[in-house]
Structures are given as C-alpha cells and as structure tokens.
C-alpha cells in the first residue's frame, strides 16, 4: 500500500521504515528537512509541505500523523480536513485523547473523511520489535488498512499462545487489535499507559527498598548490600514479576547500578491523568495508578510548598524543628 506519514520523530521515522523494508511505499513529511532527507535517502518520497504530500498520494489517501499530542496534532488534521476529500483516511498514531478523537471523527464524517485513531505501543524498538496497535474507527477501513497494520505489528514472535482462544479476532495474537469506534484505540492506549506508570512505579519503589538496605541508620546486623543488578537480572528469569520493563531496567542498572546520569525528575506526558480522570468518571477506584502520577509530581519538586505547610503546622503545634537527614 502507499500511505502518507507526517512526523519522522523516534516513532514516525521509524515506522515509515518498516513500512518500506515490506515493500509499502511512504510520501513523508516533518517540519524539519534534514528528517524529510533522511527517509528520502531510505526510498521514501519527501514533501515540503501538507498540499505537496497530498498531491502526491494515490486516492483514496491515507495519512498517519504521528506528532506529539495538542495544539500541533490538532492543527494538522484540520489542515488535513480541508486538503484531502471524501473516502480519504486520516490516521492519528499519537497520544492523543479519546474525546478530541470523536470530535474530529465526526467533524471529518461530515466531509465524507474517515478517521482512525491509533494508540500505538513500542517506542525507539518499534522499527525491529514491531508496534502493539490499539485501533478505533469504522470497522470496514480499518480491514482497508489491515495490510499496513499487519506489516507494522509485532507479529506473534516467540509469546506462548494463550489458551482457550479458539474462534476469535486473530489479530490481537498478532499484536493490534480492533476496539471499536473512534476514540476507542486511544481509550485502550491512554488506560495501557496509566498501568505503566504503575508498574513502573512499583519496580522503582522495590528497587529503592532494595538499595537502601545497607543503610547506616539501620542496625548493623541489619544491613544487606544487594546487588540491584543482579537481582533485576534473575527476576527476569522465571519470575512472575518479568516484564519487558523489568528487561529494560536490568539493561540500565547493569550499565550502572547507581543511575548517575539520571536526577530523578520524572514527567508525564497526560495518558495517566486521563486514565484517572476516566476512573472517576466511571466510578471506578484508581489508588495505585493515582498514586504512582503523585509520585511524578513529588518527583519534580511540586510537593516541596505542601511539605513546606506540614513543617510549619508541626513547628506550631509542637515546637518540632526540621532535622537535616530526618528519616
């Protein structure tokens, strides 16, 4: 198949190559030349602006967007919306969130455009490893997509498969799935991502139990000097807590156990508000999730003022003073 890509960042870039390595052809886009250049020198065909990729797509179109989401993915489909035409497809492969993808897709239906919304997993090892999809929008486009999707997900690789799936969807053994109408792709993706914080949050806690061990505030006979790198190393093998970002995290604390390179200050990109904020909406309790969004906040000194306030309260009440290394 042809498809337009616009944003040849970490994952767009990538993502036209794989495309390319299977024989699909690619007309690209980035408001920087120099990554135009670079999938152009792959076998992709390049183009200065929206119009000139649009010119150069076979009908009907498609065209993923694979920018950061907000203001500049927002942007972008509208100017797609008024430069492609009835039975053209927009694809968003981004973050963005499910509401803003049912508003666009009925906005575009209106013009006779489909609207597909990807939540697309993999990162910097999607172009060799492939990209677990989550896909919303009409049913029969998406099955007009299937072979760039199919070309983009992992595959069944070596995953054991599950059993008792007889006589359902083959596609999510195949690593994407089909979820539903617009908005749900991104649905799934944005509560994908809020488990993520999760778990990674419950790794980095474990972690730091584990390090702080051989701390001198506990009784001597108290203290272990573990090897967090090993430790990571053997939970990766048999273990029921081994994940891919536990082999992640073996692979940087075996580089370097103390993460010198790292200060700590952790963001969020929006997926675990969202999926908090989901939660409340449906009534539905999101304690570990919530907390581990918390954790960020603290993480970039956006707790300091309320510890602040909890220092002064103690000092009024009870005369307690601030110890420098309070534990």
């Known amino acids: 198949m042809q498809l337009g890509v616009i944003g040849l960042g970490r994952m767009g870039g990538n993502i036209s190559l794989r495309l390319m390595r299977a024989g699909h052809k690619t007309v690209v886009y980035d408001r920087s030349s120099d990554a135009v250049r670079r999938l152009t020198g792959e076998g992709a065909a390049g183009a200065g602006d929206l119009q000139a990729l649009v010119a150069q797509l076979e009908k009907p179109r498609a065209v993923w967007v694979m920018l950061p989401s907000g203001h500049i993915t927002e942007s972008t489909i509208e100017d797609l919306g008024t430069l492609m035409e009835a039975g053209d497809i927009i694809i968003d492969g981004g973050n963005s969130f499910y509401k803003d993808d049912i508003r666009r ?18 990162g910097v090892w999607g172009l060799e490893r492939g990209y677990c999809m989550m896909i919303g929008g009409p049913s029969d486009i998406v099955d007009h997509l299937d072979p760039i999707l199919r070309t983009l997900a992992p595959g069944m690789g070596t995953v054991e498969r599950t059993t008792e799936r007889h006589n359902r969807d083959p596609r999510p053994e195949q690593g994407y799935m089909y979820c539903g109408p617009a908005g749900s792709g991104h649905f799934v993706k944005m509560v994908h991502n809020g488990i993520e914080y999760g778990m990674m949050q419950a790794y980095a806690e474990g972690f730091d139990v584990l390090k702080t061990k051989s701390s001198e505030s506990l009784p001597e006979d108290q203290r272990f000097s573990i090897d967090v790198a090993d430790v990571a190393e053997v939970w990766r093998r048999g273990s029921v807590v081994a994940s891919w970002l536990l082999d992640l995290t073996a692979s940087s604390l075996a580089a370097d156990p103390a993460l010198s390179k790292f200060g700590g200050r952790v963001s969020d990109s929006g997926e675990g508000r969202w999926t908090i904020k989901a939660g409340i909406d449906e009534g539905v309790p999101t304690p570990v999730l919530t907390a581990s969004l918390y954790s960020r906040f603290s993480s970039r000194g956006e707790a300091d003022y309320s510890n602040k306030v909890l220092s002064a309260m103690r000092f009024a009440f009870g005369g307690h003073l601030e110890k420098p290394h309070d534990k």
Request: charged share 30%; glycine share 16%; aromatic share 6%.
């Open 105 to 122: 897709a009925k906005t575009l239906r209106e013009k006779g455009i489909h609207y597909v919304d990807v939540g697309t997993s993999g």
